[in-house]
Protein backbone atom coordinates (compact mmCIF):
# COMPACT_ATOMS: atom_id res chain seq x y z
CA UNK A 1 0.00 0.00 0.00
CA UNK A 2 1.73 3.42 -0.76
CA UNK A 3 1.53 5.73 1.87
CA UNK A 4 2.72 9.15 1.51
CA UNK A 5 3.66 11.24 4.98
CA UNK A 6 4.11 15.33 4.81
CA UNK A 7 6.36 17.42 7.17
CA UNK A 8 7.52 20.68 7.12
CA UNK A 9 4.43 22.67 8.20
CA UNK A 10 4.64 25.49 10.62
CA UNK A 11 3.89 29.01 11.63
CA UNK A 12 5.69 31.48 9.60
CA UNK A 13 6.17 35.17 9.50
CA UNK A 14 4.92 36.86 6.29
CA UNK A 15 7.73 37.31 3.33
CA UNK A 16 9.25 33.88 5.16
CA UNK A 17 9.80 30.29 3.77
CA UNK A 18 9.18 26.74 4.44
CA UNK A 19 10.49 23.80 2.62
CA UNK A 20 7.77 20.60 3.17
CA UNK A 21 8.89 16.91 2.54
CA UNK A 22 6.44 14.03 1.00
CA UNK A 23 7.80 10.89 2.03
CA UNK A 24 6.71 8.14 -0.12
CA UNK A 25 6.63 4.43 0.88
CA UNK A 26 5.15 0.96 0.17
CA UNK A 27 6.19 1.87 -4.06
CA UNK A 28 8.88 3.19 -5.79
CA UNK A 29 8.35 7.00 -6.50
CA UNK A 30 9.30 6.31 -9.70
CA UNK A 31 6.30 5.08 -11.35
CA UNK A 32 4.20 8.33 -10.05
CA UNK A 33 3.52 11.93 -10.51
CA UNK A 34 3.24 14.29 -7.42
CA UNK A 35 1.08 17.10 -6.49
CA UNK A 36 0.73 19.02 -3.98
CA UNK A 37 -2.43 20.62 -2.76
CA UNK A 38 -3.30 22.72 -0.52
CA UNK A 39 -6.81 23.67 1.42
CA UNK A 40 -7.70 26.38 3.42
CA UNK A 41 -10.79 26.79 5.93
CA UNK A 42 -13.95 27.30 3.85
CA UNK A 43 -12.40 26.94 0.81
CA UNK A 44 -11.95 24.39 -2.07
CA UNK A 45 -8.85 22.46 -2.25
CA UNK A 46 -6.29 24.12 -5.05
CA UNK A 47 -3.91 22.05 -6.84
CA UNK A 48 -1.20 24.09 -6.37
CA UNK A 49 2.10 22.40 -7.96
CA UNK A 50 3.17 19.22 -9.77
CA UNK A 51 6.32 17.21 -11.09
CA UNK A 52 6.13 14.26 -13.21
CA UNK A 53 7.45 10.68 -12.74
CA UNK A 54 11.25 11.25 -14.27
CA UNK A 55 11.17 14.98 -12.39
CA UNK A 56 11.85 16.64 -15.55
CA UNK A 57 8.30 18.75 -15.72
CA UNK A 58 6.37 20.78 -13.66
CA UNK A 59 3.67 22.82 -13.37
CA UNK A 60 2.82 25.41 -10.93
CA UNK A 61 -0.71 27.45 -9.95
CA UNK A 62 -0.68 30.87 -11.13
CA UNK A 63 -0.72 31.76 -7.42
CA UNK A 64 2.13 30.44 -6.13
CA UNK A 65 4.54 31.09 -9.94
CA UNK A 66 7.78 32.78 -8.96
CA UNK A 67 7.63 31.55 -5.18
CA UNK A 68 7.20 28.00 -4.66
CA UNK A 69 9.82 25.27 -6.33
CA UNK A 70 9.01 21.68 -6.56
CA UNK A 71 12.00 19.17 -6.39
CA UNK A 72 11.84 15.27 -5.89
CA UNK A 73 14.92 12.99 -4.79
CA UNK A 74 13.84 9.34 -5.77
CA UNK A 75 16.58 7.93 -5.02
CA UNK A 76 14.95 9.35 -0.93
CA UNK A 77 11.57 8.92 -2.16
CA UNK A 78 10.75 12.28 -1.02
CA UNK A 79 9.43 15.29 -2.83
CA UNK A 80 9.95 18.62 -1.84
CA UNK A 81 8.09 21.94 -1.84
CA UNK A 82 10.22 24.83 -1.47
CA UNK A 83 7.89 27.64 -0.41
CA UNK A 84 9.31 31.35 -0.48
CA UNK A 85 7.85 34.48 0.22
CA UNK A 86 4.98 33.44 1.86
CA UNK A 87 1.54 35.15 1.81
CA UNK A 88 -1.10 35.26 4.67
CA UNK A 89 -3.27 33.81 1.82
CA UNK A 90 -0.93 30.83 1.78
CA UNK A 91 -2.31 29.66 4.95
CA UNK A 92 -3.84 25.88 4.16
CA UNK A 93 -2.88 22.30 5.09
CA UNK A 94 -1.09 21.23 2.23
CA UNK A 95 -1.57 17.72 1.09
CA UNK A 96 0.20 15.73 -1.24
CA UNK A 97 -0.95 12.95 -3.54
CA UNK A 98 0.59 10.85 -6.40
CA UNK A 99 -1.54 9.38 -9.35
CA UNK A 100 -0.51 10.30 -12.87
CA UNK A 101 0.26 13.37 -14.25
CA UNK A 102 -3.06 14.89 -15.40
CA UNK A 103 -4.50 13.69 -11.93
CA UNK A 104 -2.29 15.72 -10.04
CA UNK A 105 -2.03 18.94 -12.02
CA UNK A 106 -3.27 22.25 -10.53
CA UNK A 107 -6.59 22.94 -12.04
CA UNK A 108 -7.26 19.19 -12.44
CA UNK A 109 -10.50 18.48 -12.14
CA UNK A 110 -9.63 14.91 -10.75
CA UNK A 111 -9.06 13.32 -7.64
CA UNK A 112 -5.41 11.94 -7.09
CA UNK A 113 -5.30 8.39 -5.76
CA UNK A 114 -3.19 8.37 -3.12
CA UNK A 115 -3.15 11.26 -0.34
CA UNK A 116 -0.90 12.19 2.44
CA UNK A 117 -3.02 13.20 5.49
CA UNK A 118 -1.25 17.00 5.75
CA UNK A 119 0.74 19.03 7.29
CA UNK A 120 -0.43 22.84 8.35
CA UNK A 121 1.05 26.05 7.26
CA UNK A 122 0.05 29.36 8.79
CA UNK A 123 1.80 32.62 7.78
CA UNK A 124 0.74 35.38 10.02
CA UNK A 125 2.67 38.07 12.21
Known amino acids: QLQLVESGGGLVQPGGSLRLSCVVS????????IGWFRQAPGKEREGVSCISMSGGDTNYADSVKGRFTISRDNAKNTVYLQMNSLKPEDTAVYYC??????????????????WGHGTQVTVSS
Open 26 to 33: GFSLDYYA
Open 97 to 114: AADTWNNVMPGTQQRPYY
